[in-house]
């Protein structure tokens, strides 16, 4: 909506936004970053994310991509197996909230769920996909979009109204505000926040509700501005 409605949208929050191109700013950034970090504005929990680029980008992208890979060619596949079996689906769900809440859950032998977690909320999550049997649909999502490409046209559609990003430490790919201001060009707010991963809603419901607030007060004044 914000791409193709952007007069009806007064703006829009997200925190996740990994580059959809390459470009030079990012090109570059990668490339000289480690060593003149203010110049493309770097901060120190950029630095701590990004490199050495081998391993916290290239390697890491490797381990966690393997979903999107199946999902985007073979949906069906694996789609017919979980929905098979709960104990598959459960396990192939909640893998995720493990791996992309904290990379260093996992290395223990329980995922460290319960950490963030409550046992009711994980199996409310699977019991969704299990009683509707919609993880084909969804895994399809991906055959849809990835299958083609990630060279599409909206990929290429710049976002023009108010943006705010919550950047949160543990998400999958960290997107410094640099990044970010390639996609979204009128960001208006930019919050490293304390911790928190990819779910951060579910994780981290009071710092992302304090971080919603701020961000439509911030829209509501430039709304009123003459």
Request: charged share 20%; hydrophobic share 40%; aromatic share 12%.
């Amino acid at each position: 909506m914000a791409q193709l409605e952007p007069r009806i949208i007064k703006g829009l929050h997200v925190n996740f936004a990994p580059p959809s191109t390459l470009g030079l700013p990012l090109a570059l950034s990668l490339m000289f970053g480690w060593w003149f970090p203010r110049l493309f504005g770097f901060t120190d929990m950029d630095i701590q994310r990004l490199y050495p680029c081998m391993e916290k980008l290239v390697k890491e992208s490797v381990a966690e991509s393997g979903y999107m890979h199946i999902q985007a060619t073979k949906p069906d596949t694996v789609g017919r197996a979980l929905n098979d079996s709960p104990v598959g689906l459960a396990a192939y769900i909640l893998e995720k909230f493990s791996t992309w809440t904290c990379h260093d859950f996992r290395d223990l032998e329980d995922g460290g769920l319960t950490r963030k977690f409550t046992l009711d909320d994980l199996l409310t999550n699977v019991m969704i996909y299990w009683t509707s049997g919609c993880i084909v649909s969804s895994m399809r999502f991906y055959k849809e979009n990835f299958g083609k490409g990630l060279d599409q046209p909206h990929s290429k559609m710049p976002v023009h109204v108010p943006t705010g990003f919550a950047c949160f430490p543990n998400e999958v790919m960290h997107s410094p505000k640099l990044w970010v201001k390639q996609k979204y060009h009128n960001l208006v707010a930019f919050s490293p926040m304390a911790c928190g991963g990819h779910f951060a809603a579910m994780e981290e419901p009071q710092l992302m509700a304090e971080d919603l607030q701020k961000f439509i007060k911030t829209i509501e004044k430039k709304t009123k501005q003459p």
